[in-house]
């Protein structure tokens, strides 16, 4: 399986946001995206998922079926939580799983230490909860390529461990991650892509390249 | 399967808890109906010649007005865009929102308004055929609404838009409804070709407008 | 394909508007002079209508052209669409304001027409019914490209629009038609002889003097619009280099 | 005094570049004004009979669809809740709100109403006297209309809610209105003394709304 | 000036979020609210800010008039961003200085570099630059208490580096800051409440206390 980019370029509202962008990343790795803010990140994870078109350039997934997009493959943990706040936590998670073709809700609230806000309404969760319940997707439905925008914003120290162990095992389970942030995740090995030199660097050991 | 009526189950329940979905389109409906012999005059003769004409248009505002609330939280939140990865195409997602909508609003606005005539001293001969023109009618008028939802779903003041897109598509709905309930001086073979051809446009209604929301909410997600 | 690929190119097509602009206009503004010479002075007061009549002039070709410039709308937008060329998009949003003044006009002139005729301004006959409603099209259709602020996505909304509208026009002129009539029937189909030369004569030059007072303003129009698209990249491109 | 003018011009201009504002309004007034004769028949004299009635409900339902955009948008991205923080008191930012909910499809469509009557057969002597219990009354229509969308801001499918509540406070503004606008049989006193009540009705509604719903918001951001 | 709470409690849709939390803050003083998620920290916020009732104890705030709320005195940063898509960013900033009795909208746009993005409408910012939008805010309205909530979310380095500047020249003119973060805000000796103990400890060196 591998996920490439070769000279793509973004417009949004009639502006290139970036262009001439080469990535390419295989099973079991992970690719973090930096940047100032505006530079692009969000943006490329929404080319990638199909969310915004490709204006130029070629975007390749190898290990799919070649009629499928790649949309079809991943999971997009974005800044909205899609999430209704009129259902509670698991009719949430339960929807999503049902949608998706199925996958053990109670993972989810394990995954995050949600079980026993299970009944409540997610009108009532505070915002690191919220996120928490987004990610819990993530550990609810299979699929090998996942797609984080900021996934650690609003979470407690526990839950970003959490996070974390959740990540090494997909990594481990020759899944794909790529995700933007501007702090550090905490993933060892992870290739980084910097939007300010537009190049992929070796290898991040866990700091804060802030 | 499973996931079709996941998603037509989650819009049910969204439409019974939150705000009282049936209740309100029921109370809309109702305040027009008192509305309009205020607004008119209270000539029981006026009346009953404009009654299944007044109930037409109550049906068909009811159902317009909670239009513009079949996509737009899904949209707000994510959820749409959070759909784009599922198996189900935005085509399929659409009808099947549309038809949640009639279930909660069309249908059931369709069965009482005949029954509700009589606060407008609607012909009672007229009532059944009334029930069955609007019935069928009402299906075409949520999925015209779900489409008019979908054009206007990125806008922040879509309400009125939604209005003037979808309310030209009305007209022949209500037209050959009309008609099609009976009403007026045809004769019975009149009634029985306009019904027919309600049946001919809701089918033509059914096939595009999925069509055009899934390209419109496609468009906006853009 | 090819060939109108060059010639809708945006810059070439600025040049070319550039050349056959003056000669447009000029075109448009004689036959109006000739049309509305022949209509106002020329032609024969109606034995019935009186001077009324001469409202027909306006009247007539500004309904035709309201309907043309729907369909025209309509292909414009369905090219966009199938093959997704950049410049039908303009095509269709730069004929809309014009086919509703087309609409408006004929709406204004036919209730000042009804009066005399009709005794009221309005009636709710058929063709009334289905023109006021084409006139309701055309306003959703502007009023979706004034709120949608992205090109691309308004030129995609408002093709879904115009097209789904252009399904429903023949249903809603079949609908009313069955509904009750009373305005004129056509004059083309009812027999080409039945009106005589000197009015047929001025009207045809009256369509021909919309037809060009169309031509020449759509070209202006997407001259316009083109050059307004560019001052918006440009103000980005600047915004993103400072 | 510059605040509340910030106000109303923000108001102002977001209902302007947001859906066309007044713009929106009108179309969806116009439809209705087409669906009445095509619910009704086109039969002149019955049209002239319920003109004024007609036309005051079509107002009515244009002023009650545009209301629950009033607060909503403020409401969901926080900017209401900033307000508490500046000098202006909440009931004050809603009488203003309101205000320019009046300027841009009350008045407007009071003022338009009338001249589209023709499409109703509209008797014209009926036009000015029409116009000027529309521009009086659509006042109050427009400060209901946001306490009804103060009262639902939080609720999700606060739409038809709102009209289920408002519809309700609306009779008394109708039929004074209506009789305040000359029509029917009364004389010129009956209408000049309805007129008055109009005014005073206008009077109430203008004190009370504005309190009411500073009321609603605050409840709804506890 | 002094800001001080005693024995307050909380409660919110029928759930008791805390009770008996005392705290107290003065001039140039800036206090960080820590604690997991869903502890009260945005509760404790809204409640010193006047839109949660306090249901038990005492809310004191010395230094404004005695009829008037705290919140005249205050500016609060949400999870929401309280701007209108359909303005530019120019517009927006003028609309809340014109609401708040007046301020300099290019100090807001100079204080987060917005300068370039002022003729931009709001609806095509990303994440971090409409964060940087609201927190404008700060600069330009001139009130002694900040209550800001996660203040640093979806901010790039830039952008906190500024945010510090910020936050250290409110305190060295008498201002109160108070704060939540799940990470560190990097300014030099601020209080920290940790909603875990329940208490007030010294000072926070600018390390990250996880
Ligand atoms: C507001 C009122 C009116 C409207 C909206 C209206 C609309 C139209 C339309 C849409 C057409 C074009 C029909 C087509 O393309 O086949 C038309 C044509 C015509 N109208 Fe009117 N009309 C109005 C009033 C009148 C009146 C009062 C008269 C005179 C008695 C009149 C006489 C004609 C004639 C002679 C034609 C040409 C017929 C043809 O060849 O199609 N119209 N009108
Ligand atoms: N609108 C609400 N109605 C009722 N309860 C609420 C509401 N919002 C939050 N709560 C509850 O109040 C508690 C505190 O929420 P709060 O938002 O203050 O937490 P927090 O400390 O800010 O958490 P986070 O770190 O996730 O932002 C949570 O348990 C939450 O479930
Ligand atoms: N909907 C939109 N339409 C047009 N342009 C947009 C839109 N959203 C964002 N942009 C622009 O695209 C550029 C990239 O935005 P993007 O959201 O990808 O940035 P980002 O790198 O994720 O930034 P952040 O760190 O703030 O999240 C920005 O300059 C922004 O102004
Ligand atoms: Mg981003
Ligand atoms: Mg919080």
């Known amino acids: 399986m591998e996920l490439s980019g070769h000279k793509l370029s973004c417009e949004r509202g009639g502006r290139l946001v970036f262009s001439d962008l080469d990535f390419s990343i295989k099973a079991g790795e992970m690719l973090v995206l930096r940047g100032p803010n505006g530079a692009g990140k969000t943006s490329l994870l929404r080319v990638i998922a199909g969310l915004n078109e490709v204006s130029d350039g070629e975007l390749r997934f190898d290990g799919g079926q070649d009629d499928e997009p790649i949309a079809r493959y991943a999971q997009f943990i974005a800044h909205q939580d899609a999430f209704k706040p009129a259902l509670t936590v698991e009719e949430n998670l339960q929807f999503w799983s049902d949608f998706f073709g199925g996958g053990d809700v109670q993972l989810a609230l394990e995954a995050f230490s949600l079980e026993r806000l299970a009944s409540f309404s997610a009108a009532l969760l505070s915002a690191g909860q919220k996120r928490r319940l987004a990610l819990g997707r993530l550990a609810m439905i299979d699929r090998p390529v996942w797609l984080l925008d900021e996934p650690t914003v609003g979470l407690d120290a526990a839950s970003v461990k959490q996070l974390q162990t959740l990540m090494n095992r997909h990594l481990e389970n020759h899944g794909i991650i790529i995700a933007t942030t501007h702090i550090d995740l905490g993933i060892k090995g992870a290739k980084v892509f910097d939007f300010a030199t537009m190049q992929t660097s070796g290898q991040m050991n866990g700091e804060d390249a802030g | 399967m499973k996931m079709l009526w996941a998603l037509l189950k989650r819009d049910l329940v969204l439409s019974w808890r939150q705000g009282g979905g049936v209740g309100t389109a029921f109370g809309f409906f109702l305040t027009v109906i008192v509305l309009l012999p205020l607004g008119i005059g209270p000539d029981a003769g006026v009346l009953q010649r404009i009654a299944p004409g007044g109930l037409w248009i109550a049906l068909l505002l009811s159902v317009l007005l909670s239009a513009d609330q079949i996509y737009s939280t899904d949209y707000e939140d994510g959820s749409l865009e959070l759909m784009t990865f599922g198996a189900v195409p935005l085509e399929v997602v659409s009808a099947i929102k549309s038809l949640a909508h009639w279930l909660t609003s069309g249908l059931p606005l369709a069965i009482a308004a005949p029954l509700l005539g009589f606060l407008l001293n609607l012909d009672t001969s007229l009532v059944f055929p009334l029930m069955g023109a609007m019935v069928l009618g009402s299906v075409g008028l949520s999925f015209l609404a779900g489409l008019g939802a979908a054009v206007t779903v990125g806008l922040r003041r879509g309400g009125l838009l939604v209005s003037l897109l979808v309310l030209p598509l009305y007209v022949p709905v209500l037209i050959f409804g009309i008609s099609a309930g009976g009403a007026g001086t045809a004769g019975p073979d009149i009634t029985a070709a306009s019904f027919a051809i309600l049946f001919a446009i809701t089918l033509v209604i059914l096939v595009v407008a999925p069509f055009g929301s899934g390209a419109a909410l496609r468009a906006y997600m853009r | ?242």
């Open chain 3, 1 to 242: 394909m090819a060939r109108i690929e060059k010639f809708a190119n945006p810059t070439r097509f600025l040049r070319l508007q550039e050349k056959v602009q003056p000669w447009l206009a000029a075109i448009t503004a004689l036959l109006f002079a000739v049309g509305l010479y022949y209509a106002l002075a020329k032609a024969p007061a109606d034995y019935q209508q009186g001077e009324t009549v001469r409202i027909m002039f306006i009247h007539v070709p500004a309904a035709w052209g309201a309907t043309m410039v729907y369909a025209f709308m309509a292909l414009s937008s369905a090219i966009a669409v199938i093959f997704r060329h950049p410049l039908a998009d303009l095509s269709a949003k730069a004929a809309a304001p014009i086919g509703a003044v087309f609409t408006f006009l004929a709406l204004v002139t036919g209730a000042l027409w009804g009066k005399p005729m009709w005794g009221t301004y309005w009636v709710w006959d058929a063709r009334l019914t289905s023109f006021f409603v084409l006139f309701l099209l055309y306003l959703g259709y502007i009023a979706v490209w004034q709120a949608i602020d992205d090109y691309h996505r308004a030129a995609k909304i408002a093709a879904i629009v115009a097209l789904v509208g252009a399904v429903n026009v023949p249903i809603i002129k079949f609908s009313v038609e069955w509904w009750n009539s009373l305005h004129q029937p056509s004059i083309m189909s009812s027999s080409g002889s039945s009106v005589h030369s000197s009015i047929l004569i001025p009207l045809l030059i009256m369509v021909a003097a919309y037809s060009f007072l169309f031509l020449t303003l759509h070209l202006l129009a997407i001259r316009s619009e083109l050059r307004k698209r560019k001052i918006h990249q440009l103000q980005l491109a600047q915004a993103q280099k400072v």
